[in-house]
């Protein structure tokens, strides 16, 4: 049963992220936006054909550029969503292990503890007993039981005090162990602080290039536009402004992949840092 959920908790996990990365990282604009339907093909090829030879050259090298740039794209947005999945898969991971640092020497530390606690019990009620019994024995002057008595205690004080020297022995190591356990935590978990402010940094990479990307959108209809009405001066101009943008968006998006790349450096940093 343990076993099944586990795997359940494990597919519910990845399907959270890949429906996060579906939102984070929809399918290319510039994709989507800039294909041609069959009969603007045409009209375009016919265009090119129509103009002069520097002209129909430089509409054809910007048509193939926006198209290089369009796999490009494609490429950064796949390469982006991959790093990022990774990031945040690994980060689950180091976070877990960051709160399970030392776990182990920390509960066999207090389980000693709390077992020598148990053990000494009956050792320190014993003692104690007497020592009630003796001075109660004083108190009503019995001297012979009060001797008695106090020659008991007195046989058992070297064993209470190793027993309370092995307590607080005992207390110290779990108590310091406690607080270098602690201070590693806190060292890493500052360490792993310092992805978010790249994660802002990833938010404003992606916010700029879906704005150049919608910049884009427009432009593609002013291009579409100027095929029909065979307009070639204004076709190259848009055709200028769309390789524009485009190179834009892919600039954003490599700054992403970048900062998604210095969030792994971080992660990695914290895992060479983790205690074998």
Known sequence: MMIIMKRLSTLFLSLMLTLMLVTLFPISVLAASFELS???????????????SASASLMNNQYANI?????????????????????EETLIVVKKK???????????LQTQLTQARERY????????SLNQQKAIAKKLNHKEIYNLLLSQSESMKIAVQLARTDIRN???????????????????????????PLK??????????????????????????????????????????????????IEHKQKTYLLEQKISEIERKVQLQLPS
């Open 38 to 52: 069959a009969s603007a093909r045409t009209s375009f090829d016919k265009m090119v054909a129509s103009a002069n």
């Open 170 to 196: 005992k207390e110290s190591s779990y108590t310091t162990a406690k607080s270098k356990i602690a201070a590693t935590k806190k060292i890493l978990r500052a360490t792993l602080d310092d992805i978010a």
């Open 98 to 108: 960051i709160q399970l640092v030392d776990s182990g020497k920390l509960t066999t």
């Open 121 to 128: 019990k009956p050792l320190f009620s014993m003692y104690e």
């Open 200 to 249: 802002v940094q990833i938010k404003v990479a992606k916010n700029a290039a879906s704005t150049t990307q919608k910049k884009f959108t427009t432009e593609t209809s002013t291009f579409k536009q100027a095929i029909k009405n065979g307009n070639i001066s204004t076709t190259s101009r848009s055709l200028d402004t769309l390789v524009t943008h485009a190179q834009k968006v």
């Open 67 to 87: 198209l290089k740039l369009q796999q490009q794209d494609q490429d950064w947005d796949k390469k982006i969503k991959d790093l990022h999945y990774s990031n």
